[in-house]
């Protein structure tokens, strides 16, 4: 007769293989071999996954529709695995093995969709909208203003200047100084390829290589990821809606309400990024 049947504290628990979308921006570290991670982060719409890799985005979230869809972001249309922070994961091969969920991607939306040609004049009606936006993280704070002037006048040291300042200042997952230059670096580049401005986008070329630099010893993790995004010009849908309010390709004063609902600061203090960015596009074009 046999003994007893021992089962192991740590038996595998049955898998649930689910299919998913994700951001293009995820697609290096999703197609790359299959690599280690960790639960960095669990909220009630998403778990972010910090992934061991020199790779960006580093960290990615795994979101249900709830979430802001972050343009580091892979969308599930099931319930989320219940993780703690810690816990490992993995990640490649185009998958994610998150707890007792198997996700495989097939699906991809673009987090960085172009705007299309725009006349600078048209855009000029927009800046009043966008001015002095409520409820900021920084407000007063030197380097915004010096910020702001240096774009406007084209000065790279300010601009660099004020961009050190302002890296991983604030509290949260997402600093105030990141949010407003993720703002400012999207805006940069939409609205300077819309309109021909090539000063612009060179400005976002020099403002991309000082914050990707080491944004990883400067903020947070999920925060670097962001602007290593946004230094591409990818962003969420809500800061993608205003720029196309920007551009007259739909209404803006929804958009901006919806941004600002974001975070705590986070969409007021991207709609200040925004703003700068819409003044320094319109000066460097000539059309104010």
Do not use: K
Not at 49 to 78: K, Q, Y
Not at 194 to 214: C, K, S
Not at 216 to 237: D, F, K, Q, W
């Amino acid at each position: 007769m046999g003994g007893p049947v021992t089962v192991s504290t740590h038996a595998r628990r049955a898998r649930v293989h689910v299919t998913g979308a994700a951001s293009t921006a995820v697609r290096p570290v999703l197609a790359a071999p299959r690599r280690p991670a960790r639960v960095l982060a669990v909220f009630p719409a998403g778990v972010y996954l910090e992934v061991r890799t020199d790779l960006e985005p580093s960290v990615i979230g795994v979101i249900t529709g709830e979430a802001t869809r972050l343009p580091n972001s892979v969308l599930l249309a099931t319930p989320l695995p219940r993780v703690t922070v810690g816990d490992d994961a993995s990640v490649g091969d185009r998958a994610i093995d998150l707890g007792s969920l198997s996700l495989r991607v097939r699906r991809w939306w673009d987090p960085a969709p172009p705007l299309g040609r725009t006349d600078p004049a048209r855009l000029a009606h927009a800046a009043a909208l966008l001015a002095d936006p409520p409820g900021t993280g920084l407000a007063g704070n030197g380097a915004i203003g010096l910020l702001a002037g240096s774009c406007a006048e084209g000065r790279l040291l300010g601009v660099v200047t004020a961009a050190e300042q302002l890296m991983g200042l604030g509290p949260g997952l997402t600093p105030s100084g990141d949010d407003v230059l993720a703002g400012l670096l999207v805006t940069l580049r939409h609205l300077g390829a819309a309109t021909g401005t090539g000063r612009a986008i060179w400005l976002a070329d020099w403002l991309a290589a000082t914050v990707t630099f080491d944004a990883r010893t400067r903020t947070t993790r999920i925060s670097a990821t962001l602007l290593h995004c946004a230094a591409r010009g990818e962003a969420s849908p809500e800061v993608i809606a205003v720029l196309r309010g920007i551009a007259g390709r739909q209404a803006l004063e929804p958009a901006l309400r919806r941004l600002h609902r974001l975070g705590h600061t986070s969409g007021a203090d991207l709609a200040q990024g925004i703003a700068i960015g819409l003044a320094a596009v319109l000066a460097l074009s000539g059309a104010r």
